[in-house]
């Protein structure tokens, strides 16, 4: 039971560039999120999927697009970098019902130069 | 929305108790969470508490609510290195309507 995966674990891209972050639960959950951390201001909301089909907008989407390929995988793409991109990406996946716990990747770190 | 505030930093002796604090401003916040954060690593769910409760308690960890004045805290009991990390607060409105605070370092000195 590997939880919450994430690929790549480091990226770096020049601006302008493309790039598809990867992420997979195996817990079954139907909700899964993506978050950006930045220092001294928590996570943040990119984008959000409450089942397989559906996603909705964060606090923080421009710039990015999701995919939710199936109940396993949500994917997060950045289709033009830039170094305000850079930041470290969280994927989680949760419960849904009464208490909405989320469990975490290890997230991707990326520089955007 | 929801706004969550933490201070950024505290530190301990390894043995004593740890208290991190939290103040939210949305008083429907029907969850409140607490998160741990250690070096390289994803967040890790500690604990959380339903909005109707004024305490929980798990282990060496040990939660206050107090609704009145949208504070939360987090007391860690007989605090070791290991517990050395970031601690975030967290409050959810819905599945999809989480506010997660800027975190606390705590640092635990031998």
């Known amino acids: 039971n590997a939880g919450v995966t994430q690929t790549p674990k480091f990226q770096v891209l020049k601006t302008g560039q493309s790039m598809t972050l990867q992420c997979a639960q195996d817990?079954?959950?139907?909700?899964m999120y993506w978050y950006r951390q930045d220092p001294g201001m928590g996570l943040r909301l990119i984008y959000y999927?409450?089942?397989?089909?559906?996603?909705d907008k964060g606090e923080v989407p421009n710039g990015y697009n999701v995919s939710r390929l199936n109940k396993r995988e949500f994917s997060l793409r950045l289709e033009s970098a830039a170094p305000s991109q850079t930041s470290v990406y969280f994927c989680?996946?949760?419960?849904?019902?009464?208490?909405?716990?989320?469990?975490f990747g290890p997230g991707t770190r990326l520089t955007v130069t | 929305g929801e706004d969550v505030e933490q201070s950024l930093f505290l530190s301990v002796r390894e043995g004593d108790s740890s208290v991190i604090n939290c103040t939210y401003t949305?008083?429907?916040?029907?969850?409140l969470y607490w998160y741990k954060q250690e070096p390289g690593a994803g967040l890790q769910l500690l604990t959380y508490?339903?909005?109707?409760?004024d305490m929980k308690q798990d282990q060496r960890l040990t939660v206050l609510l107090n609704k009145k004045d949208k504070h939360l805290s987090l007391r860690i009991a007989d605090t070791q290195t290991g517990d050395s990390a970031i601690y975030f607060c967290?409050?959810?409105?819905?599945?999809?309507?989480?506010?997660f605070g800027p975190g606390t370092r705590l640092s635990v000195l031998p």
């Open positions: 989680a996946s949760g419960t849904s019902g009464s208490s909405y716990e989320q469990y």
């Open positions: 817990m079954n959950h139907n909700s």
């Open positions: 999927s409450a089942s397989e089909g559906t996603t």
């Open positions: 949305d008083s429907s916040s029907t969850y």
């Open positions: 508490i339903f909005s109707n409760m």
């Open positions: 967290a409050g959810a409105i819905s599945g999809q309507n989480f506010v």
